[in-house]
């Protein structure tokens, strides 16, 4: 159970543990969103380096070889079914390496984080139309137009970002496939080291003003059934090992934002946090023998993990 934070609001409370694991186990794969409409616009001129493929040997000559992983943030059973070979790898590994550990610390920050708790409402932010949306949405997911309208609005998008299916499994406790990782190495005792902090990633979620969260909460979808079968389709996909086909059913997630905000939020979100990934992870790499498990969205393009990794003289061969 949370602790109280004092300053909060008493409408969010009612709902806080519920929407923490919501919105904690949907944070990367939202601030990823974004980079999916440049990404398909490069596919198309030619093949995206490493746009299929889930599992990827590192090495390099006198260091042994690691194991990158690209993962998809979910509960839903073939998800996690699907990662089988990834857990038996993880247990050879003397270390896992991921975005963020997952501990009741961080979950309590990113309450604390997507709530406000100055007095402002989403309903003074947004349009009538547009909150009249997310309250519809909102009741779907069991939550009130109270508990809705003391989300910020970055919040507010990551919870409609996954279906009630997803979020009814996540109140039930079933654990994700990053989560069932890190579950591993625990029972294991690999010890587990994080590329970020909670506070990165939330600053690049954020950005710089709530302008482009605003005005990206007016392409909602309409109905959920619309996000039940968005969300069926990314499924498909990363089942699939189709890492540029998640980008491409995303490619009109901008279609509001003007270019020039789609290029920094593309930026903040994906690009700079790869270098800042890439840059850290190969101190590990060069140790050897390290499992690496990061968003699938991580890996693709030029600027992707994989690529930054290739460019500075690692090997990238595909595990089969």
Known sequence: MLKKPSRIHSASL????????????????????????????????????????????????????????????????????????????????????IEVEDDD?????????????????????????TFEKIKVLGYEYGFLARQMNVLRPWAAGVMFSFPPSEASRISLGIRTLDQSLQDLARKQEIEIIALETIQEQLLALQGEGEEEQILLLTSLPETIQEVEDDFEDLVGDYLSQNVAGLYARKRQSLAVLPPEKAD?????????????????????????????????????????????????????????
Request: no cysteine.
């Open 264 to 320: 920094a939020y593309i930026h903040r979100l994906v690009t700079s946090r790869n270098y800042s990934m890439v840059e850290r992870m190969r101190g590990m790499l060069n140790k050897g023998n390290v499992f690496v498990a990061v968003d699938a969205l991580h890996l693709p393009g030029h600027e992707g993990i994989l690529s930054l990794l290739q460019a500075q003289g690692y090997r990238i061969e595909p595990v089969k």
């Open 14 to 97: 009612s709902y806080a543990p519920r929407s923490l694991k919501l919105v904690w186990n949907r944070i990367l794969l939202l601030s990823l969103m974004p980079v999916f409409l440049v990404i398909t616009q490069l596919a198309q001129a030619q093949e995206l380096p490493f746009g299929r493929g889930l599992m990827w040997q590192v090495s390099k000559e006198g260091v042994e070889p690691s194991i990158i992983y690209g993962t998809f943030h979910s509960s839903e059973r073939r998800v996690v079914d699907s990662s089988a070979s990834a857990h038996r790898k993880l247990l050879t590994a003397k270390s896992l390496v």
């Open 105 to 129: 610390a961080i979950q309590q920050r990113l309450f604390e984080t997507m709530v406000y708790d100055d007095g402002r409402r989403l309903d003074q932010l947004v349009s009538p139309e």
